[in-house]
């Protein structure tokens, strides 16, 4: 309450969690010796960009291997929940089975 008697409310621009927080996967301690896949969803220039991150992950991270976006799947999203989840599935099978230890995904908009 103001010194006049007048109420102020006030609202958090933060808004209400509208879904429960889900649990990452735990972080590795380096990147050195690990294999990195790159996943691209076709959003804002990942061709420019991947490479461009590539190149800095593996002067900075000594044994890093990359497996390029262009050895996995397009990734577009979806509207649809349970067709993303599948393509979540399918992805990270592929990446398992590529001997990936960590993704870089997205580098959209």
């Known amino acids: 309450m103001t010194s006049s008697g007048e109420r102020i ?8 969690r509208a879904i429960a927080p889900v649990r990452r996967a735990p972080r590795l301690a380096s990147l050195a ?5 790159e996943i691209w969803n076709g959003v804002f220039n990942g061709d420019v960009t991947f490479p461009l991150i590539r190149a800095r ?18 990734a ?6 349970a067709r993303q989840r599948e393509r979540a599935v399918r992805l990270a099978t592929l990446a398992r089975a590529k001997g990936c230890d ?8």
């Open 57 to 74: 992950l593996i002067a900075q991270h000594p044994g890093l291997k990359v497996i390029p976006y262009t050895e996995f799947p397009h």
């Open 76 to 81: 577009p999203g979806s509207d649809d929940p």
């Open 102 to 109: 960590a993704i870089v995904s997205g580098n959209g908009a």
């Open 9 to 16: 409310g006030v609202v958090s621009p933060e808004g209400e």
């Open 33 to 37: 010796g690990k294999t990195v896949g």
